[in-house]
């Protein structure tokens, strides 16, 4: 079975800087999507950017990156120029690769991002 | 489009009590999630259904939980006795088996069982 692994369960940053949220994973697939979704207070899952593993090239998505390290099984994501209304629940989730279909995703415990002025 | 519906939003009943909530999934899609969050163990899924048949159902935690599908854009999960113990958002989302797997989310509902 695959878990993630999502370790810090609080970040802060200042407007305008940079943070990044770390996730791991374990999986013994070798094609499989990576998401990060983002859950304000309105709890409404929103999904920030996703990351095919048969690409080698990180995803971007505006202000929001990933870092992907396949052989390290490591998904991180990067906000630049951070906003105050980023401030939010962050989870990473797996899912496998099927062709054609669709399977469940698999999520991180979350991190609180938090944006200060 | 309208993205996915769930009803009700915020659901108060008593122990004991049987609970229904709701899910219409994007038009199209042809497969729905359902996935309960708690503080406790966080985001995990219940079940979910390709073309309206339960594919996965080992995340239904005991027989009280049930879920149907009767047909592409209604679902309903229900809990007969509820127990506080369910207390809970759960979420509903739907995709389409073609693409990268993006899950769009409904906004949940909020289950408390006093």
């Known amino acids: ?117 | 489009d309208a993205g996915v519906i769930q009803s009700p939003r915020h659901e108060v009943t008593e122990m004991g009590q049987e609970v229904t909530l709701r899910c219409k999934p994007i038009s199209g899609h042809d497969y729905l999630f359902w996935y309960r969050q708690t503080m406790m163990r966080g985001l995990e899924l219940l079940i979910y259904f390709n073309n309206n048949v339960p594919i996965d159902d080992s995340g239904m935690p005991e027989d009280r939980f049930s879920a149907k599908m009767p047909n592409a854009s209604f679902s309903t999960l229900k809990i007969q006795p509820s127990e506080p113990r369910d207390s809970a958002v759960y979420f509903c989302a739907s995709t389409v088996g073609y693409t990268y797997n993006e899950q769009f989310f409904g906004p949940g509902t909020r289950l408390t069982v006093l």
Do not use: H
Request: with cysteine; hydrophobic share 30%.
């Open chain 1, 1 to 117: 079975a695959q878990t993630v692994t999502q370790s810090q369960p609080e970040m802060s940053v200042q407007e305008a800087e940079t943070v990044t949220l770390s996730c791991t994973y374990d999986t013994s697939e070798s094609d499989y999507y990576l998401f990060w979704y983002k859950q304000p207070p309105s709890r409404q899952m929103i999904l920030v950017i996703r990351q095919e593993a048969y690409k080698q090239q990180n995803a971007t998505e505006n202000r929001f990156s990933v870092n992907f390290q396949k052989a390290a099984k490591s998904f991180s994501l990067k906000i630049s120029d951070s906003q105050l209304g980023d401030a939010a629940m962050y989870f990473c989730a797996y899912s496998s690769y099927l062709t054609g279909t669709a399977s469940k995703l698999t999520f991180g415990t979350g991190t609180r991002l938090q944006v200060t002025l």
